[in-house]
């Protein structure tokens, strides 16, 4: 199960955490938009196709890779490159592996969207880390869920309900001038939040 | 695409300006063997001709089906599958496979252990913000940083951007006085700025803090949107894991 903790390091401290996602249903519960028919039966979502020769119902799409022939290449035969095409090495997991704790200053988790939000509970919190906290330091450190190419932040915070992790990634947000006023429309990389977004779990 | 929103400084002036979310930054692509660029593409799998009651139908029974697909490909719709899925309609289907002309929708709410509590024909719950809809207030209601980032997960956030030489003072003007607050403005919608900020039609509603900072001539002003408290979710005598 030792896989499965967030190991963190502070000075020659070491403190195992096991973790449980904090989310917006565990706490406050959680609204449904259900659709019925005239018969009152649950419907569910399907995409039409825009020629209406297709009704793909959940679960009847398929996430593939193909080339420029658009042949599929298999996902194991995929290899990551960075920007220059340069073979990029995978991070491992940090679930299990201890990783260093550096103090932040607040301001510093404003840089970052919050992805997840974990409650932490350890068997036995190293006693400098512990005063740390209940002096409110904060700290970052590296987190990666699974083995990948972009490893989050991760906030360790204490608050009056407990110590918890906040799972980030940088918002890349700049300084604007007066001369860069347009934002890149063309930027298909781009992600808007908002867009379709459709969460009724409202408060 | 940015999208235009008002909001007012501490003066009661009010502004259309745009807001952007952050890029989505990955230091990785994928290639092919070769090096060769491959693209990422959603194909259909499956249709309602496909579907597992469907196929039962057509068979007979789960037997039937069960030999037939011994015999050969029915789960197949070879018409359809591996086509690129792109530029399609959100269609409802019945419990039959049929497509819905005329629904009902509900909203069922569920508390904190999954159990039903109401439901009630679904109301749509309009924005609050956009950019037909009345300035975000200025509140003045200024809260310590290290206290807000303790209480409130952000889990969206929005770049206020100018759209021209006037908003861009205006922005700057906003991010500088809150920078020697060095606090955070909870902000929100309505008169009094109390109400939640919803951003589109059923959108998730948020509280909304806002952060200006300012260097070298430019200006950073940005809004955390929080939907989520930092609270315990396990109960004190379980084991959290």
Redesign the interface.
Known sequence: ?AR?EIVLTYGEEQTAF?????????????????????D???????????DG?????P??????????AFDT?ERS???????E?EP?EPYASTLGEPQPLTPVD??R??DC???S?Y???AEELGAALKKSLDD?D?FESVYNYREG??PDVLFL???D??I?A?VA??????????EA?E?D?E?E??????DD??????? | ???LISIMDAKKRDAQI?V??????????????A??????????????K??YEALVAEAGDPDALAQALIDGDPEL?L??VG?R???????????A?N??Y???????????K?EE?S?ED?VD?EATVGEELPPIPWTGRLMP??TV???F???????L?????LT?DF?YEIAEALQKENKLMLVGAGKKGQS?LI??T????FRGFL?G????????L?L?LS????????EDEE???
């Open positions: 199960m499965r096991k973790f449980t996602r904090v989310d917006r249903s565990k706490l406050y519960g959680r609204k449904e938009r259900v659709i019925l028919d005239e009152g039966e649950r419907c569910v979502p399907a995409y039409l196709t825009h020769a297709a009704l793909v119902p679960g009847g799409t398929a996430h593939i890779y193909v080339d420029e290449v035969d995929l290899k990551a490159v960075d920007d095409g990029l607040p301001a988790v404003l969207l919050v992805t939000v409650e932490l509970a409110g904060l190419y972009d915070l204490k608050n309900e407990g918890f906040l990634k940088e918002t890349g947000f700049e300084f604007l001038t007066r006023p934002a429309d930027d990389d781009e992600v808007d939040e908002l977004d459709l969460d009724f779990s409202m408060m | 695409m940015p999208r745009e952007d979310s952050p890029k989505k930054k990955e230091r990785h692509r994928y290639v092919d063997p090096g060769n660029p491959v693209q990422h593409q959603r194909v259909i799998k499956g249709t309602e496909t579907t719709d018409d359809q086509r899925l792109a530029h399609t309609s959100r269609v409802y289907l019945g419990p496979g497509v819905l005329v629904a009902r929708i509900l909203k069922v709410v569920y508390d904190a999954g509590q439901r679904f719950v940083i290290d980032i303790r209480r997960a952000f889990v969206r956030k929005l770049q951007r100018h759209v021209n030489g861009f922005l939640p951003f589109q059923n959108g998730t509603p952060e900072r300012v260097q070298d001539g430019g200006y950073r940005v955390h939907n989520l408290e930092i609270k315990r979710v396990t084991e959290a894991g």
